[in-house]
């Protein structure tokens, strides 16, 4: 069966200092992954997906990057952490060309 | 701008008081409605998806509808540990859902 790893789980960080959260997938190939970021009382935010190893489409303008390194690894990355940045991130993946979400644990990012 | 709109924002029952969320959809060419269900500090878990008007499906004391222009999350005597924010989705494919803010469920025993 297919899983999905996400951590830390918490995370606080000063402004202005960088950032790396990882995501992998088990138990399936050539998925799609996404990050999304959920604010306080406000709705799901995609932020990144990707299709494929080193594709990588950006949905908002911001602070953070997204790479793929692997087929099964997703990774979200700053240089430097804004106030604005803190929230709860979820990488997410679906099988290829589907649009079905499975999400990860989430990460809840206070940056200080 | 394809938007997806909860209402209400928060909805507080007594346990076995049936009730239903709503979802409204301005997603043009809507391919799928999805229902998730996220606990605290947890990632959304799936629970239905709806593809064409009409349809409908069950899930233990969840049934979720689909109408061109809504759904609806019918909870039919509700218990304590259905307590969530229930979150819809819509997506036109491209791998992308739209979310809407969601849906915080109390149900009281």
């Known amino acids: 069966s297919q899983t999905i790893h996400q951590w830390p789980a918490t995370l606080v960080q000063p402004v202005g200092s960088p950032l790396s959260l990882e995501c992998t997938v088990e138990g399936t190939s050539n998925p799609n992954l996404y990050w999304y970021r959920q604010a306080a009382g406000r709705g799901l935010q995609l932020l990144f997906y990707s299709v494929g190893i080193g594709q990588i489409s950006s949905e908002v303008p911001q602070n953070l990057s997204a790479s793929r390194p692997q087929d099964r690894q997703f990774i979200l990355s700053s240089k430097k952490l804004l106030l604005s940045d803190s929230g709860f991130y979820l990488c997410?993946?679906?099988?290829?060309?589907?649009?079905?979400?499975?999400f990860g644990s989430g990460t809840q990012l206070s940056v200080l | 701008e394809d938007q997806v709109t909860q209402s209400p924002e928060a909805l507080r029952l007594q346990e076995g008081e049936s009730s239903s969320l709503n979802c409204s959809y301005t997603v043009s060419g809507l391919r799928g409605l999805f229902w998730y269900r996220q606990d605290p500090g947890k990632g959304p878990e799936f629970l239905f998806t709806l593809y064409s008007a009409g349809e409908e499906k069950e899930k233990e004391r969840l049934k979720a509808t689909l109408t061109k222009k809504e759904s609806f999350l019918h909870i039919t005597a509700p218990k304590p540990e259905d307590s969530a924010t229930y979150l819809c989705a819509g997506t036109q494919g491209a791998q992308k859902l739209v979310f809407g803010q969601g849906t915080r469920l109390t149900i009281n025993p």
């Open positions: 997410a993946w679906s099988v290829s060309g589907g649009e079905k979400l499975f």
